[in-house]
Each structure stands twice: as structure tokens, then as C-alpha cells.
């Protein structure tokens, strides 16, 4: 096993870095307390090629592999996770969706203005009574002779209110359930289509999270996605690579939270010496660091897996667990460190915080990791 990054990784990595450390640090705190997404900063790493990094150069991309799209999106996720989610919705979810099951026709149309950032693309499979149970989906696509007529709500639908394109799961055959499941690509600017509910969330503030209403919409049958009967197949596919994408911005708030309880240990002073130096919280700290690179060793290996075209659904399903609770328990650690200064917006661990919670429910609750990983286990 080669645990090296190569020059290239390391490049895209360093590019990331230096983007996120002055880029969006600049704006976080204010975009985090407006609920305000840096629609400007996302433009300009489409333009720097994070987008499209992993993509072929054919439909926009970079041609670059997969491990070093998680490089970036770890990078970004340290300074502003909300921009973290809605990349890997945009990059995992959306664009992924297209290129697992689209046709040449459909990615040529859908996939180079959005991998180069100047639009954006989103992932409708959530309704109100349809969370991790899929078979509860409502939202019908009924052909009438002509097209499909899409008639539904989806909900929790990250950047639903700045998507351009919308990757859309619907019942066209509702008897059959999960088997009558369809996917398709469906536009903002149709008839029919309307933003609903805006969220107002605890955390990933700068994210921007919706309803998504379709009302009476005429599809194409040209988008649709794979075939008919198969999008709740095309769905779970996509959502594998989209919990690698959460991993990754779970992975890096527990990196961006450690890095700024470890600047803090060494230069805040109590008891006429540095924190560090108290054993309890320098233990606690090689604690911590033993607990994100285990973390971190899962990612790439699902990464790594997805890249070279092994099967990555039960390592996908690791990797979000594990670094997502991760997130959640450096975030806590961080801001009890950090005592008073801890819970004060300034110092951008209580925001760490709010944003690690929601990486433990969404792109499948890590229960339902479990599931996916015992399920594995014992079909052997």
C-alpha cells in the first residue's frame, strides 16, 4: 500500500488550501451569520477547475482523478463547510448522476456549464414522507402519450433555490414503488417548477436548502435518466459517491476544528504556561490526531476505490460514518478546549460545530450506514 499523494495530488491540494484560506475565510463568519451563499467564490473555483476535477475533459472537466476532488473538497470544507456541501451535491450527486447513467446527448447539454461553475446543479430524491425510506416517494411522473407530467415536492433539497438543474427521482409507475422509480433531468426555468420553503438551519447556514415544487411540469422523454423503472437504482449509485463527498466535509471540519484548538493550545497561557503543557489536553489532542488520520485512511480508500473501478458502496458507507462522527466529536472537543473563546463566533468552532450535526443525518444517516454495512456482512 502506497499511502503517498502524488505531485499532483499534492497540488490540487495546496490549491484548495490556499483558496479556502483566503478566499472564503475572508467572508465566512459574515456569509454564515447572513445565511448567505458566496455564489462569486463558487464561480471562481469553477474556474480554477474544482468543479469539474474529477470529470472527463470531453464534457467540461479536468480529467483528474477522483482522490484529488476529495483533496479540494476536504480543503474547502476546513474554512467553509456549507460551500463544501453544496460542491459535493453539485460534483457527487448531480454531475455524477449524469455521468454514471446520462447519455452522450445529456451530458454534452448538462454537465460543461455547471463543471465550470456557471451553473449549478442539485439532487431531488427527499420528501416529507420519504427520508432514508425511498419507497415512501410521492412525486409521480405520469407519461401522458407525449412526455411525462411531474407533479410533487421535495424537501431538505441542497442548493434548490441556486440550482439551474435539477436531477429528479419520481414514481412513473406508482404501483410498483421503488421498482416504478424514474430519473430525470429536469430545468429550473420549465413551467411548473417553483421554490418552496426556504430552511432556516442550525448549521451549513451558507448553504442554501428548499423545497423544490413541480406542478403539472413537462418532461421530455430524451431526459430521462437510464432507463424507466431504474432511477431508484440510479439513485443509491449516486448516493455512494455522494457519501464519499460528505466524508470529505466531514473530515475536513474535524481537521479545520483540530488545527485551530492546536494554535490555540500552544499559544494561550494559564497558570504561567502554555495549554499544551497541561497533560490532560495534550493527550486529548494525540487523541484526537490518531482519530482524524484513521478517518482520513477510510476516505481515501473509498476515494481511491471509486477511482479505480472497484465496488465502493460498503467502503463509501464507512468513510461517511466514520468521518462524520469524527466531525461531530473533534468539533465538541474543540470548543471545550477553547473554553469561553470556544462558543464565541470568532474563533469559528462553534460554527464547526453547528455544521458537523447535519453530516451524521444527510446523504443517509449513519444508522443507515450501519445497515449498509451489516448487511453486507452478514450476505457473505
Not at 49 to 65: I, N, R, S, T
Not at 262 to 278: A, H
Amino acid at each position: 500500500m502506497n499511502f503517498e499523494l502524488t505531485p499532483q495530488q499534492k497540488a490540487v491540494q495546496q490549491s484548495a488550501r490556499q483558496f479556502a484560506q483566503t478566499v472564503l475565510q475572508e467572508t465566512v463568519l459574515e456569509d454564515d451569520a447572513a445565511g448567505r451563499f458566496p455564489e462569486e467564490a463558487y464561480k471562481k473555483m469553477g474556474e480554477m477547475g474544482f468543479v469539474g476535477l474529477p470529470f472527463p475533459k470531453e464534457y467540461g472537466g479536468q480529467g483528474g482523478d477522483y482522490l484529488s476532488y476529495v483533496l479540494a473538497l476536504e480543503e474547502i470544507s476546513k474554512i467553509n463547510s456549507s460551500v463544501g456541501i453544496a460542491y459535493s451535491v453539485c460534483t457527487s450527486l448531480y454531475s455524477g448522476a449524469l455521468i454514471n447513467d446520462g447519455n452522450e446527448e445529456q451530458k454534452k447539454k448538462y454537465l460543461p456549464e455547471v463543471l465550470s461553475g456557471k451553473k449549478m446543479g442539485s439532487f431531488c430524491l427527499t420528501e416529507p414522507d420519504a427520508g432514508s425510506d425511498a419507497a415512501g416517494c410521492k412525486t409521480t411522473a405520469i407519461w401522458n402519450g407525449k412526455e411525462y407530467i411531474l407533479n410533487g415536492l421535495k424537501c431538505f433539497i441542497t442548493n434548490g433555490p441556486l440550482a439551474d438543474y435539477y436531477m429528479v427521482v419520481a414514481l412513473t409507475n406508482p404501483e410498483l414503488k421503488t421498482k416504478g422509480l424514474t430519473a430525470f433531468i429536469v430545468e429550473r426555468e420549465w413551467e411548473g417548477v417553483s421554490i418552496g420553503k426556504i430552511e432556516d438551519k442550525c448549521g451549513i447556514r451558507c448553504a442554501q436548502v428548499s423545497e423544490v415544487i413541480f406542478d403539472n411540469v413537462r418532461v421530455p422523454k430524451e431526459n430521462m435518466l437510464g432507463e424507466e423503472g431504474k432511477g431508484f437504482a440510479v439513485a443509491m449509485k449516486d448516493l455512494d459517491g455522494g457519501r464519499i463527498g460528505v466524508a470529505a466535509q466531514g473530515l475536513g471540519i474535524a481537521k479545520g476544528a483540530y488545527d485551530i484548538a492546536f494554535n490555540y493550545l500552544k499559544e494561550r497561557e494559564q497558570f504561567g504556561k502554555p495549554l499544551y503543557k497541561n497533560q490532560y489536553l495534550a493527550f486529548k489532542m494525540a487523541e484526537l490526531e490518531t482519530e482524524i488520520e484513521m478517518a482520513q485512511y477510510m476516505l481515501y480508500k473509498a476515494a481511491t476505490d471509486k477511482q479505480e473501478g472497484k465496488s465502493y458502496s460498503v467502503p463509501a458507507a464507512k468513510a461517511k460514518m466514520v468521518c462524520t462522527d469524527a466531525a461531530m466529536h473533534v468539533a465538541t472537543e474543540a470548543v471545550q478546549m477553547l473554553g469561553g473563546n470556544g462558543y464565541m463566533k470568532e474563533y469559528h468552532v462553534e460554527r464547526m460545530l453547528r455544521d458537523a450535526k447535519i453530516t451524521q443525518i444527510y446523504e443517509g444517516t449513519n444508522e443507515i450506514q450501519k445497515l449498509v454495512i451489516s448487511g453486507n456482512m452478514f450476505r457473505k
